[in-house]
């Protein structure tokens, strides 16, 4: 392990008071940096203009060594001035201050109580959490102020947290939802290179279901050409729906500025034959064209009934009765990704 304090203009560049930076020598976490702050606020507020389903949010980390090639989070990391590309998935800003934070936060008397969404920026089940523990100490936290939530996630490390996800929703609102866009392996190992397999990340789902946490899977990204030919739709959601999901949502892949350059890059590289064929689809913009959105939504919604699986009812997490009852919460409908959380 080799950790420094940083100079001013380092500490400056996070707007914290003090950064430390360690890199540790396990294969884990090798060519890795993380930098350690002391956050001012945790809980954000959603901007105004989002299209996000919830207003309040919660990420103890910046930077995700999930390294999804298409993540929408990337831009975030240019706020902070580091790289959007490689810099995103190595350099790992962690906020070692997140439970007490919030604790604080949580008893603040403008603070109403309201519904918190976790996993909305970047992961918070990264491999990171499993050195840095924060999540127990945030659940807890919420837990005892009987204080809504949701998370989203790729990772499996959430099952760590499983006592203390059931105690939380024995008290309020907790809804989880797994994220897996495809069951295809050799897509997954090049674009979600570090993350969990997709049928690893069902096993989190099942687990939870049988455990009396009801889970939906957030199907995203659904991406063009490469994981969208009707076998892979179906696949995709017979394994979801085998896994015992509550829901599934559908959510085709978008590029932000940020991911674009990445995604597409990455592609040249991959896929060369397609390039053109995504500098079409995505001509207008971020988003592929709403026909697209349609067809494969449609789709996914009919493989979800003829395998016995409906979409997402609400955006917000629902009450979860203690097991062995079966809940019934919602998926956040987004990819980690999306607003801009400052530190
Ligand atoms: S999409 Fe989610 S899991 Fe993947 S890199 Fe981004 S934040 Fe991490």
């Given amino acids: 392990m080799r950790w ?24 884990e976490f090798r060519g890795i940096t993380f930098h350690e702050i002391r956050a001012k ?57 997140a439970p007490e934070l919030l604790r604080r936060q949580l008893t603040a008397r403008r ?12 992961d918070c089940y990264q491999r990171a959490e499993g050195r840095y523990r924060l999540m127990p100490g945030i659940i807890a936290a919420l837990r005892d102020h009987a204080n809504p939530f949701s998370i989203l996630t790729k990772g499996t490390l959430i099952l760590r947290d499983l006592d203390l996800l059931r105690q939380a929703a024995e008290v309020t609102e907790v809804g989880i939802s797994v994220s897996v866009g495809f069951t295809d392996h050799s897509l997954w190992r090049t674009v979600e290179p570090g993350t ?15 455990n009396g946490i009801g889970c939906g899977v957030l199907m995203a990204p659904v991406i063009p050409f490469l994981g969208d030919s009707p076998d892979q ?5 017979r394994a979801i729906a085998a ?3 509550t829901s599934v949502t559908p959510l085709v892949l978008h590029l932000r500025p940020g991911a674009r350059e990445w995604f597409m890059a990455w ?19 971020a988003y592929a064209p709403k026909w697209y959105q349609r067809r494969i939504t449609r789709h996914v919604h009919e493989l979800a009934q003829e395998y016995g699986i ?6 917000r997490a629902r009450r979860i009765t203690p097991p062995p009852a079966a809940p019934s919460p919602a998926a956040p409908a987004t990819e980690h990704s999306t607003q801009l959380t400052l530190l």
Avoid at 61 to 79: D, I
Avoid at 196 to 210: G, K, M, N
Avoid at 267 to 281: D, G, I, M, Q, S
């Fill in 4 to 27: 420094d304090n940083l100079t001013a203009d380092d500490a400056a560049l996070f707007g914290a008071d003090a950064v430390t930076t360690r890199t540790f020598d396990t294969p």
């Fill in 41 to 97: 606020s945790i809980v954000n507020r959603v901007p105004g203009a989002s299209r996000m389903p919830f207003e309040w949010t919660v990420n103890p980390y910046r930077g995700c060594t999930h390294a999804c090639v298409y993540c929408f989070a990337r831009k975030t990391h240019s706020y902070l001035d580091l790289d959007t590309g490689l810099g995103f998935d190595s350099q790992i800003v962690v906020k070692v201050n």
């Fill in 111 to 122: 603070w109403h109580g309201d519904h918190i969404a976790m996993g909305t920026n970047v």
């Fill in 196 to 210: 969990p397999a997709p049928e690893r990340r069902l096993e989190v789902v099942r687990t939870l279901t049988d």
């Fill in 233 to 237: 739709l179906r696949a995709t959601v």
């Fill in 243 to 245: 896994s015992g999901a």
């Fill in 267 to 285: 592609l040249a590289e991959h896929h060369p034959h397609l390039v053109r064929r995504y500098e079409r689809l995505y001509a207008e913009g």
């Fill in 310 to 315: 409906g979409p997402a009812h609400s955006a």
